[in-house]
């Protein structure tokens, strides 16, 4: 059975960085992608990037493109959330997840999720 297991997550300041890791264990190879989700109080699950988990072709939501960044490290199966200029608004509990599907954005479309890590941004 594949697990994931979410790390990193704490306080950081308005316009700082962090880093929160996603470890599979289990046959994570059978995946066609690792996703990253967030979700804030009161809202529902977004999308925030995933990576193809052979060819390592990245794909972001619009909306943190150029601030956040997903990489991988194979030999250690896991992937990484670079989180950069970070906001209040990017409080939330933070996801990754893993699918064969290629419909990246859609948080249905994954089977398999971690325990979520919390990250807040304070002002």
């Known amino acids: 059975q594949v697990q994931l297991v979410e790390s990193g997550g704490g306080l950081v300041q308005a316009g700082g960085s962090l880093r929160v890791s996603c470890a599979a264990s289990?046959?994570?190879?059978?995946?066609?992608?690792i996703g990253w989700f967030r979700q804030a109080p009161g809202k529902e699950r977004e999308f925030v990037g995933a990576?193809?988990?052979?060819?390592?072709?990245?794909y972001y939501t619009p909306s943190i493109k150029g601030r956040f960044t997903i990489s991988r490290e194979s030999a250690k199966n896991t992937v990484f959330l670079q989180m950069t200029r970070l906001s209040p608004e990017d409080t939330a509990v933070y996801y990754c997840?893993?699918?064969?599907?290629?419909?990246?954005?859609?948080?249905?479309?994954?089977?398999?999720w971690g325990q979520g890590t919390q990250v807040t941004v304070s002002s």
């Open positions: 990576i193809h988990w052979s060819t390592s072709t990245l």
């Open positions: 997840a893993g699918t064969r599907s290629l419909n990246w954005a859609s948080p249905t479309d994954y089977n398999s």
């Open positions: 289990g046959r994570p190879f059978s995946w066609l992608a």
